[in-house]
Nanobody, 123 residues
Framework: VQLQASGGGLVQAGGSLRLSCAASGRTISSYNTHWFRQAPGKEREFVGAIRWRDDRTYYANSVKGRFTISRDNAKNTVYLQMNSLKPEDTAVYYC?????????????????WGKGTQVTVSS
């Protein structure tokens, strides 16, 4: 599956952005879809995921209650709605998929990655 992340930008603290992860070549609902982020000088970290078999969502503690993952099967796209953004959310955001039974919080267990999209939150 080929993935394309988009929707990043510059926003003030407290603002919102919605990122999109559009899939081509395969049906995204057949995959666990993850969002990770990577800030300069830091490792890529798990943000959240949606499990393919039941649409259950998972979130990192740092974004729980602020970020929401959803999927539009008709558009073959997964979204990351980010509200109440903080400067520490600044990073390049990546979407990635795998076909394992369970979602993963480990970047090495993601099979396919899209190009990242930059999110910058100003204070």
């Amino acid at each position: 599956v080929q993935l394309q992340a988009s929707g990043g930008g510059l926003v003030q603290a407290g603002g919102s952005l919605r990122l999109s992860c559009a899939a081509s070549g395969r049906t995204i609902s057949s995959y666990n879809t993850h969002w990770f982020r990577q800030a300069p000088g830091k490792e890529r970290e798990f943000v959240g995921a949606i499990r393919w078999r039941d649409d259950r969502t998972y979130y990192a503690n740092s974004v729980k209650g602020r970020f929401t993952i959803s999927r539009d099967n008709a558009k073959n796209t997964v979204y990351l709605q980010m509200n109440s953004l903080k400067p520490e959310d600044t990073a390049v955001y990546y979407c990635g998929t795998n076909q394992k039974v369970q979602v993963t919080t480990t970047p090495g267990d993601v099979d396919s990655w899209g190009k990242g999209t930059q999110v910058t939150v100003s204070s």
